[in-house]
C-alpha cells in the first residue's frame, strides 16, 4: 500500500469540523442505560461460541497531579491510599468477568491506561498481574501485546524491570513537550532525562516497541519551539509516535480552564507545527499510519497496515483485530460480540456495584446489522485507506451503490477535492486525503445524519 502523505492547507482549513475518532462505531455518545448486565452477559455467552482470543483493558485512573490540557477519565491526588480499596474492587471485577468466559479462551492483548498506572506500588502491579493471571489465560510473551501508559515521572529503571518480569513488552511514554516554558504552563514538568532514562530501561529489558506521544497547539508552542522537542525524539528512535492536537473544551474539561486561552498558538501556527511535524518524521523514514499516528516501517502497526490487518479500537490502533475486550475499572468500555458496554463512572458507584457482587456495566449498545456494515467500512478506510467495494458486497451481501447512496454523493464532493478516488471496485483515500480520513469516514456515520447543532467532537484537525 503506498502510504505518502500530502499537506494541503487549503483543504485541510476548509475540512477542519469537529468529529468522531472512531474508536468506535458507533460512537460512545450513542450509548444509553436500555444495554445493562443482563444485556452484557448474553453477549458474553454469545462470544464463547465464536473461538475469539480476548483482550483486557485496566483503567488506573490516579495522578500524583493533573496536566491542565488532559482530557482522560482520571482522579488527580497524592493520597497513595486510594490505591488499595480501588485495586480491591478491580479484583471482585476480573473474578465476575472471569466467570462469563470460557477458560480455554487466550488473552492475547493487555493494556493498562490511566490515569497513570505507576501511580500503583511495585507491590501493587505484582499483585494485580498476579491476580489476573490466576481468572485469566494469558497468552506468552511470543504471542501476547502487553502495553502500559508510563508517565516517566513516575517510573525509573528498577520500575521497568519490573514491568518487564511481569510481561509487560510494549510501553507508551507520555512527553508532549520538552520546552520548559510549555511544560509549566500546562501543569507537567518533565525533564529529558528522566524520559530518557526510561527509554533506555525500557530498551535495555527487551520491550519490543516504545511509542512517545507529544501534543502540538498547547500554550507558547511555535514551530520552532516544538521541532526542537520533535529533533530530541528522533534521534532516539522510537518505534512509534503519537502527534495529537490538543483540543481547547474548558467547557467540557476542568483542568484546561486553567490554561490561559490568549497563550494558545494560532489557528496558523498550530497547522505549520502540524506540517513540518509530518516533514520533519516523513523525512526521517516514519510511514504515516493514519489519525495522529506514525511509525517505523519495521513496527507492527506499519507491518499490520501492508498486510490489511490493521484495527482500531478504544486503544487506537491495534494489530489484534479478531479480540473480545473486556473492560475493567471504573468507565472502562469492552467490546463484546456485537455489543459496547461501559462500566459505572463515578467510584462511588463502581464500588457499590462490586461490593453487592454485580457487575458495574451500566450503559452500552447493541449493534444492529446497519451497525456493523458501517463499523466495517469506517473501518477499513481509517486502518487502510481503501475500501475494496466488491469484498465488501460480498461479505455483507448488499448492493454497495445503493445501500451507501448517500455517503457516496458525500465523497463525490470529496473526490472532486482530490481527498479521494471512487469507482465501482474500490475508494481510495489520496496521500492529500489521509489528513481527513476521519471527515471520510463521517460520510458513512448514520448517527451524524441525524445531529444539528454542535456535536461534542473534537476538530479533526
Request: aromatic content about 10%.
Amino acid at each position: 500500500m503506498e502510504q505518502g502523505i500530502s499537506f494541503d492547507l487549503d483543504l485541510i482549513r476548509r475540512y477542519d469540523q469537529s468529529g468522531p475518532r472512531y474508536t468506535s462505531y458507533p460512537t460512545a455518545v450513542e450509548f444509553d442505560e436500555s444495554f445493562d448486565v443482563a444485556a452484557y452477559r448474553a453477549a458474553c455467552e454469545r462470544s464463547n461460541h465464536s473461538g475469539r482470543p480476548l483482550s483486557l483493558y485496566f483503567h488506573i485512573p490516579f495522578c500524583d497531579t493533573v496536566c491542565f490540557y488532559c482530557a482522560c477519565n482520571k482522579i488527580a491526588t497524592k493520597d497513595r491510599s486510594l490505591a488499595p480499596p480501588y485495586l480491591e474492587r478491580v479484583y471482585k471485577e476480573l473474578a465476575l468477568q472471569a466467570e462469563l468466559f470460557d477458560k480455554t479462551r487466550v488473552v492475547e492483548q493487555l493494556h493498562w491506561g490511566g490515569g497513570t498506572p505507576t501511580f500503583l506500588s511495585h507491590a501493587q502491579m505484582t499483585e494485580l498481574m498476579d491476580t489476573t493471571r490466576r481468572h485469566f489465560n494469558l497468552a506468552g510473551d511470543d504471542v501476547g501485546e502487553y502495553s502500559i501508559e508510563i508517565d516517566p515521572r513516575e517510573a525509573d529503571a528498577a520500575g521497568v524491570a519490573l514491568l518487564r518480569r511481569l510481561g509487560f513488552n510494549r510501553m507508551s511514554l507520555g512527553v508532549q513537550d520538552f520546552d520548559p516554558r510549555v511544560q509549566q504552563a500546562v501543569n507537567r514538568i518533565q525533564t529529558e532525562a528522566e524520559t530518557m532514562a526510561v527509554l533506555e530501561a525500557a530498551r535495555s529489558e527487551g520491550f519490543r516497541s516504545i511509542s512517545i506521544d507529544l501534543i502540538y497547539g498547547l500554550p507558547f508552542q511555535t514551530p520552532e519551539s516544538f521541532a526542537r522537542t520533535l529533533e530530541r525524539i528522533i534521534a532516539v528512535d522510537p518505534e512509534r509516535l503519537s502527534v495529537f492536537n490538543y483540543a481547547h473544551l474548558p467547557e467540557r474539561f476542568k483542568p484546561q480552564r486553567r490554561i490561559n486561552e490568549a497563550d494558545l498558538p494560532a489557528p496558523e501556527a498550530k497547522l505549520d507545527i502540524l506540517q513540518s511535524t509530518i516533514e520533519r518524521l516523513t523525512e526521517a523514514g516514519y510511514v504515516y499510519i493514519g489519525m495522529d499516528h506514525f511509525a517505523r516501517p519495521d513496527d507492527e502497526l506499519a507491518r499490520a497496515q501492508q498486510a490489511g490487518t490493521l484495527y482500531r479500537n478504544f486503544q487506537g490502533y491495534s494489530t489484534h483485530a479478531d479480540c473480545d475486550l473486556i473492560g475493567i475499572g471504573v468507565t472502562s468500555i469492552g467490546k463484546i460480540d456485537n455489543t459496547y458496554g461501559q462500566n459505572r463512572r463515578g467510584l462511588e458507584e463502581y464500588y457499590a456495584d462490586l461490593d453487592a457482587g454485580r457487575l458495574p456495566v451500566f450503559r452500552g449498545i447493541e449493534l444492529t446489522r446497519d451497525d456493523l456494515i458501517r463499523r466495517d467500512m469506517i473501518t477499513r478506510l481509517i486502518c487502510h485507506f481503501e475500501l475494496d467495494i466488491p469484498s465488501a458486497e460480498a461479505a455483507w451481501d448488499i448492493r454497495f451503490d445503493e445501500y451507501f447512496a448517500d455517503a457516496l454523493m458525500k465523497l463525490r464532493d470529496m473526490a472532486g477535492d482530490g481527498l479521494l478516488e471512487v469507482d465501482a471496485h474500490k475508494i481510495r483515500i489520496l496521500p492529500r486525503g489521509r489528513l481527513l480520513v476521519r471527515n471520510i469516514c463521517m460520510a458513512f456515520d448514520a448517527y451524524l445524519a441525524t445531529k444539528t447543532g454542535p456535536i461534542g467532537f473534537s476538530k479533526v484537525i
